[in-house]
């Protein structure tokens, strides 16, 4: 997407809609990816000679559906088509437009595709070893590391935690998570352990020339602002360089707390409420898992497995040689 400036009316519109978002309480990352589709829209719409909203049609909107699903994945398509649905919807709702031009156009199904990269256990205890724990920039390092294992919780929300939502009895409290929702999720002991010594060991100092920062993770140079979101991924990531050389998102961590849940046995409806999943569909992608766990289970589990193989059963058979003759003639009787 180039940076060609939108007409004075499309970014009226557009400002408008993003400052209604954020009166709903919608998250920085949504505002950004909403204003980020529209911008796109409206430079296609300049494109074609287009400058006016109410010109737009349910044909325009087909239209700009086709240039996008030859161009992106069927998952990008769909966010910026949700985009352009809130924001006619925005139009129509304060009567900027008579007739929602995104009705009945249907969006594309999205397909069902299961996480990639998730963590073994051991890879994960790999990574989560590799901070140095004599060193504050490890202790806090680490602390993050194991939060993000235990709760699950998305790198932006990570980021936006003070230290007024950390319990250290076992709970984390979320701010204004996807959709702007706040939910609670357990600390596991040992994540609560390493968050302890952060904030005893660490954050204490770092926070001496500034005591009303409550931002819960501090960069260790001076004069210690709050972590941006982006040092925190690179941290994860050259962490799992280091450990497995191999590049990891934050967000597999996500992805590798829900799995290793599932895999253990947690409720479904657990892990849906731990990540903030609005419907369990979304969060049933973890219960899939792969074809070699599957041949184990069946091969630990299947009623048949107690029964002996046909081989088993053919060595099992006294010779014919040494039966009594009465039992010899009944075994040589046709059926």
Not at 275 to 284: E, P
Request: aromatic share 6%; with cysteine; charged share 25%.
């Amino acid at each position: 997407m180039n940076d060609t400036p939108l007409n004075p009316q499309c970014a009226a519109h557009l400002a408008a809609f993003v400052e209604r978002l954020k009166v709903l309480r919608f998250s920085p990352a949504t505002l950004i990816c909403r204003e980020h589709s529209m911008r796109r829209f409206f430079q296609w719409l300049g494109g074609r000679g287009q400058a006016d909203v109410r010109d737009v049609t349910k044909q325009t909107v087909r239209d700009f559906q086709e240039y996008l699903l030859g161009r992106y994945t069927t998952h990008t398509v769909h966010v910026h088509l949700i985009s352009l649905r809130r924001f006619f919807e925005h139009l129509e709702k304060t009567d900027a437009l008579l007739v929602n031009p995104c009705e009945g156009v249907s969006l594309p199904k999205l397909e069902d595709r299961l996480p990639r990269n998730v963590l073994t256990p051991d890879e994960a205890r790999r990574i989560l070893d590799a901070p140095d724990p004599g060193t504050k920039k490890g202790i806090r390092d680490r602390a993050i590391l194991e939060m993000f294992y235990s709760t699950g919780i998305r790198l932006e929300e990570m980021t936006r935690l003070t230290v007024h939502d950390v319990d250290l009895s076992g709970y984390v409290r979320v701010n204004r998570g996807k959709g702007a929702k706040d939910r609670v999720v357990p600390l596991g002991a040992k994540a609560g352990e390493c968050v302890r010594d952060y904030l005893e060991k660490v954050r204490v100092e770092w926070a001496k020339d500034n005591r009303d920062e409550r931002a819960l993770w501090l960069s260790w140079r001076w004069p210690h602002q709050p972590l941006k979101k982006q040092i925190i991924a690179v941290m994860a990531r050259q962490y799992a360089r280091a450990a497995l050389a191999k590049t990891i998102s934050p967000h597999v961590w996500r992805h590798t707390c829900a799995t290793h849940l599932v895999s253990n046995g947690a409720n479904i409806a657990y892990a849906q409420l731990l990540l903030g999943h609005r419907t369990l569909r979304t969060t049933q992608i973890y219960t899939r898992v792969s074809v070699p766990e599957v041949k184990v289970t069946h091969a630990e589990t299947h009623p048949r497995k107690a029964e002996p193989s046909p081989t088993e059963i053919k060595t099992a058979h006294a010779p014919l040689e040494s039966l009594p003759m009465k039992m010899r003639a009944t075994y040589h009787q046709k059926p």
